[in-house]
């Protein structure tokens, strides 16, 4: 916790290490309250250094027992202490070994980051400053050093001991009662990576032969009794290394690859080498308590923390201003794993979802950043949809301008070049260049600059001359602290529909053929003229989303329409319908703010029941295509004066028109998409599922008894936890017996289990009835719910501050001043989770004015209170600039 104003970092301040470790020998002795680390390191001068000076080795929370250097035990005058550093002014000249000896407390770290206790297992989380609380060290990731690891600890309390690498050596002491356990990681690897495990831990193993040949034993840790929930996780990881050797002829290189599923997680997962440590809801999952979204995400989830060995890893980042080289990369890949495991068109539907709904808010709001930024005060507020999402739209746009082929070569090149080291962004970049001859400057601006860039288009058609013109400008707004831009190389794919619906050949006026309908855009303004097109076409424009732009065009309704049905691109398909609904909602949000009625939507209805009953399109597909635009995309769309109430309002209605207009559509759909027999996570059974919930969604919103009975008798005939939530979701926003019926004997089925659980707060948390609030209140003090877990917080406080727009921005303020006396709460022991959560308030500059009044005041109060942490301190900061 610190009081003064902490002083950002910069990019441009990097400076290379002044000093390196070769190697470390650490030996953990595990106690809850005393665990005691001797960390003997080799250390050396850094040649590329001119003047060393003294070694800064970085530590928080610790005792500090002793220090030697080379076997001399340093008297106090030879070294110097601070809260944060441990200083030796004068170290040798030449290698040295200096050895140091600190306590440090798991069961007091409630921050979750270092070494921790959660419900009884010791575990580590060190990205990105963690290991700093577990001995001093050189805690940057440009410190690569190979590690020795001997940890011990009560037999009984802690019978399974892992930490990176492989295992070397185990035994007992004191007559059985304790015992240890040797690992080795011989791959050098920044302290971000390294990992430690202890505890009661039940397993299941398996193995994977690489395709060299080499075994490899691969083991899923959980709490006992859980163990047949880790069979997908365990089927997931297979298939994940098979794709890596597949895709990008990337092997897994150590003996053993481990997998601990914890309960007290701050994030997903992470990627230690060889020892990923997990949330255990991204691990546990059965047909009975894992919904289909659960099953998706572990294997997505799975696929990242193992394809991070080699992008992350085997080669790492320089500084954390590269984050995005590791992770907008690895998002990249988990991307393209899911698209080739299910569908890639649903796949990038979810992806372009993803984005739209987290990144593009980041974007226009005080929290906008580069997707490599320039400065941080505190870098754990950095893991951010910019960085993650946007930075793999990145990596996809080099893979569009290069084809899969040439963008296969710049990462076989970036693997052989850069192999061990510390990278950067521009490293990555120069691999592509090199290997494509393509001049990739102006592409590095993605990198450097925040903001979403508006693309708009025109589209002049001259009968006479049969030829079709496009202007497309880029509009670049401006970012906070950031007004002037530069404009964007942008991949832009498109194609034109001749009046059957078909793509015209794309012949430019030079008579050159556009490749793939692909053409890009690296002025402000450009103009393509397409030959031998005689009759007005329809443009589909930013297919399969070829860059991460907002898109400006005027389009009549029929040209969605015929969108909507005719487009080769199942992406943009899918847009336009999205399109088509956004202009209905948001002409009904502007006639509701006035006291008028809103329009008929029978056009728009009548086009979504195409798609909606075409048995030619995958279930998955129509499910996505028949979902409205969320509150949350409505009011980021609106842009400004933003009255959440007046949207809910609009989509409210429209969902009831669509339900009353197509209801027996919907309930043909209901009936006809049912799954038989045992349940099965794949993608088809999974889209069927979707696809029929959403049809019972849209029946219930007429909100007839019949209706109502019809969702009731869902949820209790359900045989698997994605329909039985289903029902409950559905029942949640009605005000009848039946909702509290299902949650208590919801409640009842699944008190015992942690992860179930947390769609029981969660639905009562995210539900627009204007009790939500004060049933917020009452769970927080339910017997089950602590804020000392990051997932019921998630689950219950976040949902509510999130994916509650109506109730969170209650006019009175309510909703404010309850999630920012919990930020204030949590930011006590858990700086990371408070700064996470106080981002929902990242939009709050859009509201209308009296919304925008109060969210301001309760921001104000929020930075004057004492103390804060630098985390809370730096969003807090920022959203009142
Ligand atoms: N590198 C992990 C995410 C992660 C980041 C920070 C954490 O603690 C502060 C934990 C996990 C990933 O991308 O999966
Ligand atoms: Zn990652």
Redesign the pocket.
Known sequence: MKTDTPRPILLKDYRPPSYLISHVDLNVALHPTRTQVRARSKVRPNSAVAKPGPLRLDGELLELESVAIDGRTLGSKEYRKSERELVIPKPPDGPFEIEITTTCNPEANKAL?GLYLSKGIYCT?C??QGFRRITYFLDRPDVLATYTVRVEADRKHAPVLLSNGNPREKGTLDGGKRHYAVWHDPHPKPSYLFALVGGELASVASEFKTASGKKVDLRIYVEPGKENRCLWAMDCLKRSMVWDEKRFGREYDLDVFNIVAVSDF??????NKGLNIFNDALVLASPETATDFAFFNIERVIA??YFHNWTGNRITCRDWFQLCLK?GLTVFRDQEFTADERSATEQRIDDVRGLKARQFPEDAGPLAHPVRPDRYIEI?NF?TATVYQKGAELVRMIQTLLGRDGFRKGMDLYFKRHDGEAATVEDFIACFADVSGRDLKQFMTWYAQAGTPELVCELKHDAASRTAELTLSQVLPSTPGDAKKKPLHIPVRLGLLGADGRDLPLVLASGERVKDGLIELRKRTEKFKFRDVPKRPVLSVLREFSAPANLTLHRSDEDLRFLMTHDSDLFNRWQAAQDYATRVLLEAVGALRKGHRTGKPDAFIDALAGTLNDGGLEPAYRALFVVLPSENDLARLVGKDVDPLAIHKARKALRKAIGTRLHEDLQRVYRSMETKGSYSPAAGPAGRRALRNIALGYLTTRGRPEDVAQAAQHFSGSKNLTDEIAGLSVLSETNTPERAKAFDAFFERWKDDHLVIDSWFTYQAVTALPSALATVKKLMRHPTFSMENPNKVRALIFAFAMANPVNFNRPDGAGYAFVADRVLEVDKFNP?IAARLLSSFRSWKALEPERRQVAKKTLQQVAKAKPLSSDVFEIVSKMLE
Do not use: P, S
């Open positions: 980051t989380q990205e990105a701050n994030m997903g997962a992470m990627e990242h923390e992770e754990n893991y990371q």
